[in-house]
Nanobody, 126 residues
C-alpha cells in the first residue's frame, strides 16, 4: 500500500490550495482515506476523512466550511481543497488510509489508520 501526498506550498492568508493523495494497493471498498496535519511539538491533528464507498465525510470543526475532501475513483486520488486559508492552518499535511470501519468518532484517531504517506508542507503567511 502506498499513499503519495502532494500540493503543499506557501500562500498568503485567504488564499487556496488543493492537496492530492494518490494511493495504490487499497482494494477494499471499505477503505477510508483521511488527512491529518501536524505542527512541530504538537500531536497529529485530524482534518478530514472520506469513505471510499458510500461517501461518508467527516471534518474537524476548525476547517468545516473552508475545506472540502473529495475523491476521484478513476485516478485513485483523494483531494483536499483548502479555501480561506489561515495562518493556523500552517502544518505538515499527511494522508492516511485504513480498512477498518469508521464512524465519526473513530475517524479522527490516528491509531485507526494503518497506512501513511509522506507529508506535504502547507505554510500560510499572514
Amino acid at each position: 500500500v502506498q499513499l503519495q501526498a502532494s500540493g503543499g506550498g506557501l500562500v498568503q492568508s485567504g488564499e487556496s490550495l488543493r492537496l492530492s493523495c494518490a494511493f495504490s494497493g487499497l482494494t477494499l471498498d471499505s477503505y477510508a482515506i483521511a488527512w491529518f496535519r501536524q505542527v512541530p511539538g504538537k500531536e497529529r491533528e485530524f482534518v478530514a476523512a472520506i469513505k471510499w464507498s458510500g461517501g461518508s465525510i467527516y471534518y474537524t470543526d476548525s476547517v468545516r466550511g473552508r475545506f472540502t475532501i473529495s475523491k476521484d475513483r478513476a485516478k485513485n486520488t483523494i483531494y483536499l481543497q483548502m479555501n480561506g486559508l489561515k495562518s493556523e492552518d500552517t502544518a505538515e499535511y499527511y494522508c492516511a488510509g485504513t480498512g477498518r470501519g469508521l464512524i465519526s468518532t473513530t475517524a479522527r484517531l490516528p491509531r485507526e489508520y494503518d497506512y501513511w504517506g509522506q507529508g506535504t508542507q502547507v505554510t500560510v503567511s499572514s
